[in-house]
């Protein structure tokens, strides 16, 4: 015969149930929304804002740019030889000139007055040498017949003794007359030895006059013609064929001897000069090719010179372009790609944000069912102008962030929205 429970054991009996029941209600609740509670727990990012890139296997070429801009390999700075006042600026930039287009007329009264001068010297000093030429012309036409006629005089005296010497002979004349013949003779034949004698030194003195006076009107030549060169000066030559590319000077402006005026610049050939970040340029050599865009279009070159020095943290690069595409001219700004190794067989990404060479960085691989990304360190190699290669971290085929994600940086993963 069965004997009835105290009321106290089936109260006991009846709690517990209930608490097995609440209990079992509370871990299937709890089980159920763990996921979500965790999921909420997780920095969510938006997948519309990320940059993603797939891990690539493959050759990777590595590359690095540089910018920089187009200049003439031939071209002249155009200064001021003269000083004056620009009266008048005639050309433009942008225009072809030839080496005598005038760019700039200058005005200095000085020089001109100086150049007047010294042709109206020149114009006495040629007059003065022209009446010593004739002067001395005159001297030696008389002196000349000075001569003549001394010996006309000697050839007389001898023909007189001659004639003498016979009736001396026959007692017709007498001795002294005969001596005094004799001595006519003597002063006649004298008086032509000296005037001969003295022919040698008269033309020694009207060649030293003439020269003296012919030196006097060649300095006076010289200095007109460098009066003339300097009010020639005034007007400012290009001095080169091609174009203008700068002109820095405004009418009414003063100039002095050797301020600067203009540059005139060759069209062709070009060479490009492009500045690279000195990090990258340190495996540039001579010979390396370069993708030129002038944003006319694309060409090809070569590196010719890489300079050895440094300049706000950047080196110049200078390259030597085949052709280049219609439009392009001097100081034109350039961008430039210039290939500087190739690698087999490698991983490599696009290059994430603020990453340099042989560096590790923390960045998140996207899940297969691209809903969570983990965070991992990979290590990266050599890097090229978009593209960096990966050398551990993650394998071909995944999938990883490069745009920032620094503001989730302590969160070993995150939730793609």
Same mark, same amino acid.
């Given at each position: 015969?069965?004997?009835?429970?105290?009321?106290?054991?089936?109260?006991?009996?009846?709690?517990?149930?209930?608490?097995?029941?609440?209990?079992?209600?509370?871990? /299937?609740?709890?089980? &159920?929304?763990?996921? &979500?509670?965790?999921?909420?727990?997780?920095?969510?990012? $938006?997948?519309?804002?990320?940059? +993603?890139?797939?891990?690539?296997? !493959?050759?990777?070429?590595?590359?690095?740019?540089?910018?920089?801009?187009?200049?003439?390999?031939?071209?002249?700075?155009?200064?001021?030889?003269?000083?004056?006042? @620009?009266?008048? +600026?005639?050309?433009?930039?942008? @225009?072809?000139?030839?080496?005598?287009?005038?760019?700039?007329?200058?005005?200095?009264?000085?020089?001109?007055?100086? %150049?007047?001068?010294?042709?109206? =010297?020149?114009?006495?000093?040629?007059a003065k040498l022209v009446s010593l030429q004739?002067?001395?012309?005159?001297?030696? %036409?008389?002196? =000349? *017949?000075?001569?003549?006629?001394?010996?006309?005089?000697?050839?007389?005296?001898?023909?007189?003794?001659?004639?003498?010497?016979?009736?001396? =002979?026959?007692?017709? +004349? !007498?001795?002294?007359?005969?001596?005094? @013949?004799?001595?006519?003779?003597?002063?006649?034949?004298?008086?032509?030895?000296?005037?001969?004698?003295?022919?040698?030194?008269?033309?020694?003195?009207?060649?030293?006059?003439?020269?003296?006076?012919?030196? *006097?009107?060649?300095?006076?030549?010289?200095?007109?013609?460098?009066?003339?060169?300097? /009010?020639?000066?005034?007007?400012?030559?290009?001095?080169?064929? !091609? @174009?203008?590319? =700068?002109?820095?000077?405004?009418?009414?402006?003063?100039?002095?001897?050797?301020?600067?005026?203009?540059?005139?610049?060759?069209?062709?050939?070009?060479?490009?000069?492009?500045?690279?970040?000195?990090?990258?340029?340190?495996?540039?050599?001579? !010979?390396?090719?370069?993708?030129?865009?002038? #944003?006319?279009?694309?060409?090809?070159?070569?590196?010719?010179?890489?300079?050895?020095?440094?300049?706000?943290?950047?080196?110049?690069?200078?390259?030597?372009?085949?052709?280049?595409?219609?439009?392009?001219?001097?100081?034109?700004?350039?961008?430039?790609?210039?290939?500087?190794?190739? &690698?087999?067989?490698?991983?490599?990404?696009?290059?994430?944000?603020?990453?340099?060479?042989?560096?590790?960085?923390?960045?998140?691989?996207?899940d297969d069912r691209k809903e969570t990304a983990?965070? #991992?360190? +990979?290590?990266?190699?050599?890097?090229?102008?978009?593209?960096?290669?990966?050398?551990?971290?993650?394998?071909?085929?995944?999938?990883?962030?490069?745009?920032?994600?620094? $503001?989730?940086?302590?969160?070993?993963?995150?939730?793609?929205?």
């Amino acid at each position: 015969m069965d004997v009835p429970a105290p009321k106290q054991t089936q109260k006991w009996r009846k709690a517990r149930t209930l608490y097995i029941v609440a209990s079992s209600i509370i871990v /299937v609740v709890l089980l &159920i929304s763990l996921p &979500i509670f965790i999921g909420n727990a997780m920095p969510t990012i $938006d997948s519309s804002t990320m940059w +993603v890139s797939e891990v690539t296997a !493959g050759d990777f070429k590595r590359k690095v740019r540089g910018v920089g801009k187009l200049v003439s390999m031939i071209d002249r700075r155009v200064t001021s030889e003269a000083s004056g006042v @620009v009266e008048q +600026v005639l050309v433009k930039p942008g @225009v072809i000139v030839e080496s005598e287009t005038v760019l700039v007329e200058l005005s200095n009264p000085l020089l001109v007055r100086n %150049l007047l001068r010294s042709q109206s =010297d020149l114009k006495v000093a040629e007059a003065k040498l022209v009446s010593l030429q004739a002067k001395l012309t005159d001297e030696r %036409l008389q002196y =000349d *017949f000075s001569i003549r006629q001394a010996q006309l005089e000697y050839e007389s005296a001898q023909e007189i003794e001659n004639a003498q010497r016979k009736l001396v =002979d026959r007692n017709v +004349v !007498g001795k002294l007359d005969f001596l005094k @013949v004799l001595q006519a003779t003597r002063v006649t034949k004298s008086r032509l030895k000296m005037l001969k004698e003295r022919l040698p030194y008269l033309n020694k003195s009207h060649t030293a006059q003439l020269d003296s006076e012919k030196a *006097f009107v060649e300095q006076l030549k010289y200095k007109v013609e460098s009066s003339q060169r300097l /009010v020639d000066q005034l007007k400012i030559r290009a001095g080169l064929s !091609g @174009v203008l590319q =700068d002109l820095t000077v405004e009418e009414g402006e003063r100039l002095e001897i050797g301020s600067n005026i203009a540059r005139v610049a060759k069209a062709w050939p070009l060479l490009a000069e492009l500045d690279v970040q000195e990090v990258q340029a340190k495996d540039l050599t001579v !010979g390396l090719k370069v993708e030129i865009d002038t #944003r006319n279009g694309k060409t090809m070159g070569e590196i010719v010179r890489v300079d050895p020095r440094v300049k706000a943290g950047n080196v110049q690069v200078d390259v030597q372009i085949n052709e280049l595409p219609k439009g392009t001219r001097p100081d034109q700004s350039i961008t430039a790609i210039i290939e500087v190794e190739h &690698i087999a067989q490698t991983l490599y990404i696009d290059r994430p944000s603020s990453v340099s060479t042989q560096h590790q960085v923390s960045l998140f691989v996207l899940d297969d069912r691209k809903e969570t990304a983990e965070r #991992r360190e +990979v290590k990266l190699g050599r890097t090229s102008v978009k593209l960096v290669e990966v050398l551990s971290g993650v394998a071909a085929g995944e999938k990883v962030i490069v745009s920032d994600v620094s $503001d989730f940086i302590e969160h070993p993963l995150i939730k793609i929205n």
